[in-house]
């Protein structure tokens, strides 16, 4: 008599969800590096929130090492002042 053994194999995935970058994560991430006088001689990693937008992680520009970002940050500052705005008692007395 002849005894035959089958097996059955099961495979399952699950989906864990985990944060987009843990504390520990962030505090390792590259920071600049600096010469021995301590000047910066290359950007660090950065994230980039804004609200309503995917998480951004790039590279730090150094503006003082790139003609365009230099001469964008010499732009002399606007002559107009911040809008005003009037309290509600200032609106209701004109």
């Known amino acids: ?3 035959i053994l089958r097996y059955y194999l099961t495979e399952s995935l ?3 969800s985990r944060p987009l970058l843990t504390p520990d994560e962030c505090m390792r991430l590259p920071g600049a ?3 021995t006088n301590g000047q910066v001689v290359e950007g660090g990693d950065m994230l980039i929130f804004i609200a309503g937008q995917a998480p951004i992680y790039g590279k730090q520009i150094l503006f003082f090492k ?3 970002f230099l001469d964008r940050s010499k732009v002399a500052v606007s002559q107009f002042t911040s809008p005003t ?3 509600e008692d200032e609106v209701k007395l004109a």
Do not use: R, S
């Open 14 to 16: 699950q989906e864990i």
């Open 33 to 35: 590096k600096k010469d």
């Open 1 to 3: 008599m002849c005894l």
């Open 66 to 68: 790139d003609q365009v």
């Open 85 to 87: 705005f009037k309290d």
